[in-house]
């Protein structure tokens, strides 16, 4: 299974960017999928995640109301579209997947992108 993340960059702040994460391989018939992020110096987080179903859930209070997630069975495919962007939320941002257990904070995940660079300027 190939989990590949796109969509990163540099932004300012106050701006917007969309990244894509895209799975391929091993085709399940269906998938729990969601976004990490990591900050230097810092632990990974949860920041969203949403189910086979379509059913969203959002990690710090932080992040609610700019970022949403979304997604595309008939292309394997998760969307986290990020708007008003602050410096805080440079980070590498990390796709990951699972094929039984939805995805969460502290739950295991089968499958993980390499990531994808967001920094957000002031």
């Known amino acids: 299974v190939q989990v590949v993340e796109t969509g990163g960059g540099l932004v300012e702040a106050g701006g917007s960017l969309r990244l894509s994460c895209v799975v391929s391989?091993?085709?399940?018939?269906?998938?729990?999928m969601g976004w990490f992020r990591q900050a230097p110096g810092k632990e990974r987080e949860f920041v969203a995640a949403i189910t086979w179903s379509g059913i969203s859930t959002y990690g710090a209070d932080s992040v609610k109301g700019r970022f949403t997630i979304s997604k595309d069975n008939t292309q394997n495919t998760v969307y986290l579209q990020m708007n008003s962007l602050k410096p805080e939320d440079t980070a590498d941002y990390y796709c990951?997947?699972?094929?039984?257990?939805?995805?969460?904070?502290?739950?295991?995940?089968?499958?993980w992108g390499k990531g994808t660079l967001v920094t957000v300027s002031s």
């Open positions: 990951a997947v699972n094929d039984e257990l939805t995805i969460g904070p502290g739950r295991p995940v089968n499958y």
């Open positions: 391989g091993r085709t399940f018939s269906r998938y729990h």
